[in-house]
């Protein structure tokens, strides 16, 4: 019997309270269209910074960039999806995406790493975690 055996649990926080809650944002259904078979969601923070975009972020540009969400989000999972096939393992693995930075008026893309992460979900079930380089 080890020490932490009769350890009473003092908070937890599942995956599915994190996302009603905002924290995490599930890309699912997207994640499949990719060819994920797992469910799969991203931080909050990775979210905005690759994903998010909007009439706002786009009329502060200088020239039209044609950027939407649905582009960005396929971006970023099709190319979670080439890091994770041809990954040499182990549980996370951090890629490259081009994205335009919202801020500013530049059009230029820009490069920014982010981290696929595979662990256990709320029923020990592996799911997918897309996040911000020291994100856990």
Same mark, same amino acid.
């Given at each position: 019997?080890?020490?932490?055996? #009769? ?13 009603? #809650? ?52 396929? #971006? ?45 979900? #709320? ?14």
């Amino acid at each position: 019997m080890g020490f932490w055996d #009769d350890a009473e649990v003092i908070h937890s926080y599942s995956r599915a309270q994190a996302i009603a #809650d905002g924290v995490l944002v599930d890309v699912t259904t997207d994640a499949a269209e990719a060819g994920f078979k797992l469910p799969c969601a991203m931080t909050v923070a990775a979210w905005s910074d690759a994903v998010e975009w909007s009439e706002h972020d786009e009329a502060r540009k200088a020239e039209g960039t044609g950027q939407s969400i649905v582009g960005r989000l396929w #971006d970023v999972l099709y190319l979670a999806n080439l890091a994770a096939r041809h990954g040499r393992g182990g549980d996370r693995l951090t890629y490259t995406v081009s994205r335009i930075p919202r801020e500013g008026a530049t059009v230029a893309p820009e490069p920014m790493r982010l981290v696929l992460h595979i662990g256990p979900g #709320d029923t020990a079930a592996p799911v997918l975690t897309i996040m911000l380089p020291g994100e856990d």
